[in-house]
């Protein structure tokens, strides 16, 4: 074995432990995000209060801000990073990216509203496309068309089987794919940061974005954390900070298109909780368009992943 091969084994090994971690991080977040969505109603902790997804992003976006800063002190490295411009496209992008999914999680199954984020590297594909100047080939096109079909397929769902259990609002569906334009956008960012900036500066341009933005939003509507509320919003931000920073050594670790396809495990993930923990039945069309989603975007992921190797 050359020295080449060698040496992708050893950072791809690195690479997919980071993106799993983030995974099961995330799915952490999302779980109480839904639940927050769901308040009073949900059967897994009593009484709790229904809290808006733009106050989520803002006590994740304190607590990370806060654990960044001391890092960032701590190391010794520039507060403000390096290549600002990039880190100021990542934060926004990414603050866009979270609020907006946040909303579709409250506002959908989990496991759709997952599975539309996994969009997110086709749309780092089409970005690094046009930015990057990477080029792509003629089949992964195949394989675009085909995780958009899934979108249309759980957009029309309700049209397609008038008697479905769960109803999706198109809008929503919209709105998820939008977030993962925005978390395509931030994956570019990512890797244009690679060689200027280290993972926790990254990390912290989002809530340096998100914290103004957030607090202002809140203005009009927030809602006081009472008990284990409390203890919950601590564990969404720790939670979120562990997936980022995960994520973005992981990117760093390896390129996207190699690492990427240990992520959609979180797409199982979202679906047994939705099933076994929150009760949620997703009809036939439904099914079938996330599998179409996962299928495009797998395989669009497996042949970058060779094209990488070769």
């Known amino acids: 074995m050359n020295e080449k091969y060698l040496y992708f084994c050893s950072h791809m090994k690195k690479g997919v432990f980071y993106i799993i971690l983030s995974g099961l991080s995330f799915l952490v977040v999302n779980f109480f995000v839904k639940l927050f969505g769901m308040g009073a109603e949900n059967n897994v902790i009593p009484g709790l209060q229904r809290i808006p997804a733009h106050e989520l992003v803002l006590a994740r976006s304190i607590i990370s801000f806060t654990i960044s800063s001391c890092i960032i002190v701590y190391r010794g490295l520039p507060f403000f990073g390096t290549n600002k411009k990039w880190l100021t496209i990542r934060g926004f992008s990414g603050m866009m990216a979270l609020t907006i999914f946040f909303q579709s999680i409250q506002n959908m199954p989990i496991a759709v509203a997952s599975t539309i984020q996994y969009l997110a590297p086709i749309f780092t594909m089409l970005f690094a496309m046009a930015i990057l100047k990477e080029k792509i080939l003629k089949i992964q ?119 990427m396809p240990f992520q959609y495990l979180g797409s199982v993930y979202a679906f047994l909780v939705g099933y076994l923990i929150l009760d949620e039945r997703l009809n036939s069309v439904v099914m079938v368009g996330v599998l179409v989603i996962l299928v495009g975007v797998i395989f669009n992921t497996i042949i970058r992943s060779n094209k990488s190797l070769n």
């Open 141 to 259: 096109w195949l394989f675009v068309i085909t995780a958009f079909i899934g979108v249309v397929l759980i957009g029309l769902n309700g049209v397609i089987q008038s008697d479905a259990p769960v109803s999706l609002n198109p809008l929503w569906v919209g709105l998820g794919v939008l977030s993962a334009a925005c978390s395509g956008i931030a994956y570019v960012a990512i890797v244009r940061l690679k060689p200027t900036d280290e993972p926790i500066n990254i990390v912290s341009y989002f809530p340096m974005m998100a914290i103004p933005v957030m607090s202002f939003w809140c203005l009009f509507d927030f809602v006081m954390p009472v008990g284990i509320e409390w203890l919950i919003l601590i564990l969404i931000g720790i939670c979120t900070q562990i997936a980022q920073i995960s994520l973005t050594r992981a990117l760093h670790c390896e390129s996207a298109s190699v690492i």
